[in-house]
């Protein structure tokens, strides 16, 4: 398949409002792709429609972009020929490959058209903002196979690769989807919680019987051990296990053949034996210099010696974490059964410090990759996970700081960031001096008094409230904000939405 075909394809769903109608031109692009037999020009094909490269790294940043050879006045780029150019970026290091890379991308630049190209730099700064989020390619990849949407999604929740999942459903089936299995040592997308203003309405959402569990200042992990072989994955699914050694001893030592564990990891200070916050325990355990002394705390078992529990209520994958993982290394959990007991475990939960509760539905599968109201947490404060569209230089004594950031929603409905105000509030020296570093790395455009950034780096802000405000494009723009922490762990496509933002507004109207 032609790039330049795809690129028109790009740009007609970023026009295209209607939901439906972005479906049938994605599936009509995916069936194109089929057509070519081609697992590489599929795998990336598809990758390219929802903004993603095969490749997690091409090396190449907005500076390598500025000064770019004319545009091709022919198109004459495959689909292939793109993914191997990134390939061969990808692949270069050491000496002289700034150089080489420097060369790749002109030569690829070059031999594409001004259409081509404005797609290379949407998907090379991260910036494909065209509307064509997972959800919506999964509902595609199902129409262009022929299959039901269910075995796509399915497939893809416990594959964590859209890429992968394509090319399997296009050139081999529901047979080839059929075939997927959680896989004790492959990684999977971890089920997510939704949200609720209090403890009585999140039991209404989860129903009875149910848990509450602690809900911890810690980072995401999943286990997986086969054997002696034990693995750590992050939220975003990336092998973290040579940097968490203490996790890997204590699941080393369960009296277990094959186990796949959902749960925290929470820094630990070795000269006191106390918890630290989870900026500290997020950079531990992102830093790849050394390791993190993390303990690890479970809520949740996906697999125990050859049998998969993904569909088990949940109350029995509970009583089986119960059996396998000792009481220390799980996170406190209490029995429901009505509202004044979620009320009362959450009072008790955060006069100990707690971030909250996470209240769960004893009758519910392990939904893969899924936010429902099987789970709902609870937080004491309101808190929403925003993206740093922008930042601003700080003044005075944050001079030479980047200071003031520009939060923003995510869209659903066109896949991009819908702005709601600003802060400079709740950052530390230390904060600052990161945040300007981490920034700049990401940014996309500088002036005297503002960077703007690829829109990749979710920061968690605790607010008073939501305010109308004609001054931002959503409408609305949250009150006095403050900056508690960011979240490495999280992707930009897990951040809360505009409509999350509007309903705590409506609520408090």
Known sequence: MRFEELAGVSRAVAATPARNAKIDLLAAALRSLAGSGDERTVAAGAGYLSGELRQRQTGVGYASLRDLPPPAAEASLSVADVDLAFERMAGLSGKGSQAARRAEVAALFGAATAAERQMLIGLLSGELRQGAQAGLLADALARAAGLPATA???????????KTVAADAL?????????????????????????APNATEALAATGTPAAADIKIDGVRIQVHRDGPAVSVFSRSLDDITARVPGVVAAVAALDVAAIVLDGEAVGVDPASGRAIPFQETSSRAARRDGVAVLAPFFFDILHLDGVDLLDEPAGRRWAALERVVPGPLRVGRTMLTTPEEAEQAFARAVAKGHEGLVIKSAAAPYDVGRRGAAWVKVKPRH????????????????RGWLSNLHLGARDPATGGFVMLGKTF???????LRWQTEKLRSLAVEESEWVVRVRPELVVEVAFDGVQTSPRYPGGVALRFARVLRYRE??????????DAVRAIHKGAA
């Open 152 to 162: 796509v999604r399915r497939a893809l929740l416990l594959a964590g690769d859209l």
């Open 383 to 398: 808190t929403l996970d925003l993206v740093v569209l922008a930042v601003e230089w700080g003044h005075g004594r944050r």
């Open 171 to 195: 050139l081999g089936g529901e047979a080839a989807l059929a075939a997927y299995r959680l896989t004790v040592g492959r990684p999977l997308a971890p089920m997510l919680a939704s949200s």
């Open 425 to 431: 509030k709740g950052m530390t020296d230390e904060m």
């Open 489 to 498: 762990d999280k992707r930009p496509e897990e951040a809360d939405t505009i």
